[in-house]
Each structure stands twice: as C-alpha cells, then as structure tokens.
C-alpha cells in the first residue's frame, strides 16, 4: 500500500507540473493576442518598466558591482600562482557576458518583481478584483498581464547590460588601480578575447529570463486560491520555479548556443 501511494502522489506531481506548464503557455499565448490589440495603455507599460527596471537599478548596481570586485580577487590570486594576472580582465568579462550577468540578474528580478507581481496579483484574485474587470469589459490579460510580461522582456536585458558593464568596471579598478597592472595590457586582453557572441549569448539568455520569470508569476498569481494563505503560497512558488527555471534554461540555452556560435 505505501508503495502505491508513493507511485500515486508521485504521479499526480507530474500530473500538477504539466498542467502549470501547459496553462504558461496559453497565457502566453494570450499575452501575445492581446499585444497586438486595442487598445493601448501606453502608461501601464511605462509604469511597468519603471518598476522592473528602475525599481531594480540599485540591487543591480550593488551586486554588479561587488561581483566584479570579488571574482577579480579570486581570479587574481588564482592567475598569480602561474603568472597570468594580464588574462584576469578578459575572464571576468566574459563570465561576466555568458553567464553570471544574466543568471545573477535574473536571480534579482526574481527576488525583487516575480514576488511582488504574484503577490499584487493574487490579492486581485482572492479579493476579485480580477473579475471585476471582466465585468467592466476589460480583458486582464491585456490589462495586467501584457505590461508586466513585457517589461520583463525589455527591461532584463537592459540590466544585464548595466550589471556586466558594473563588473567589469570593478574588475578594471581591482586589477589596474588596486593592483597595478598594465592598464593597456588588460584592455587588449579584454579585446583579443571577449567577442561579440559572447554577448549575444547573454542578451539572449535575459530575454529568456525575463519572459520566464514574468510569465510565471503572473500565472502564479493569476491562478491564486484560498485568501491570504493561498497568496503567500503563491508567491513562494513563484519564486522557488523561476529559481529552478532559470538554471535549468541556463544550462539548455548555453548548450543549445554554444554549439551554434
């Protein structure tokens, strides 16, 4: 008997997991419907990206900042042992472009809006305001969900950008100023080896992540349930996928891309 419930819960897990998956998609579907339609409320998509992307500017800057300076660091010391300091720019440049500057910044936009949109949106639901709107003939997904996936979209891969620029800023200050070697050697590191599809990769790895993340929560919050309990949990579940989801499309995208640039 215990064997069969573990079978059964196990399966109904899969069962709830597909069925979130597949009702993303079909907000996401309808997201991109109602993109396209009128009309346009010019003003919530700037208060979203207001939200997104300045709300976020100085968590970014802080973490952008304070990565650079430490993965120098360690780089640094690491380089030292075989006499290789001059590489140290060049490498958090490009780990900075590929991967930690679009991962971290996600983990942040996660941290900081995927919460706020779960939870602003399941207390619409449990309070039904949401249904309100229907009744108003206004669709919410135009009206709430459009924006916030949007801006999402935009303005991930404008703090990616922010944040790469940060470390390697603080790198340059680390390893130059702090530590005295040769500014023009480390700039033409930095040239020789940071490419132009090292770049690509990590814009297009933030306009992934910020689709994800804000089209999780938003259906998170849209499909919140059982009052302010049912809220909370929707925010944490929020959260803890777009956590999972993030290094799981990390890793599939850095696959799927590498192998193509």
């Not at 780990?95 to 983990?107: D, H, I, Q, S, Y």
């Not at 936009?109 to 229907?134: F, K, N």
């Not at 603080?170 to 930095?190: H, I, K, L, N």
């Not at 814009?203 to 992934?208: I, P, W």
Request: charged fraction near 10%.
């Amino acid at each position: 008997m215990g064997l069969t419930q573990t079978i059964e819960r196990l399966g109904q897990t899969l069962i709830r997991f597909i069925e979130e998956i597949g009702g993303m998609g079909i907000m996401l579907m309808q997201a991109v419907r109602w993109l396209f339609r009128r009309p346009v409320r010019i003003w919530l998509y700037l208060q979203q990206m207001e939200f997104v992307g300045a709300g976020s500017f100085f968590i970014v800057f802080l973490t952008g900042t304070f990565t650079g300076l430490v993965l120098s660091l360690q780089l640094l010391e690491g380089f030292g042992r075989f006499g290789a300091q001059a590489l140290t720019g060049s490498t958090v440049a490009i780990a900075l472009a590929r991967e930690l500057g679009p991962v971290l910044t996600g983990l942040i936009v996660t941290g900081r809006v995927a919460s706020a949109i779960a939870t602003e949106l399941g207390t619409m639901r449990v309070t039904e305001q949401i249904d309100a709107l229907y009744t108003m003939a206004v669709n919410p997904i135009q009206y709430l969900v459009v924006p916030r996936v949007l801006a999402g979209v935009i303005m991930v891969p404008i703090l990616t950008i922010f944040f790469t620029v940060l470390g390697v800023l603080s790198s340059y200050y680390v390893v130059v100023v702090v530590m005295g070697v040769d500014a023009g050697t480390y700039m033409r590191r930095v040239n020789q080896f940071l490419k132009s599809s090292d770049l690509i990769i990590g814009l297009v790895k933030s306009v992934v992540f910020g689709l994800t993340i804000t089209v999780v929560a938003c259906y998170k919050g849209f499909n919140a349930s059982g009052g302010a309990r049912g809220v909370g949990r929707a925010t944490t579940q929020a959260v803890v996928y777009n956590f999972i989801a993030i290094f799981i499309l990390d890793y599939v995208l850095t696959a799927l891309m590498y192998d193509g640039i």
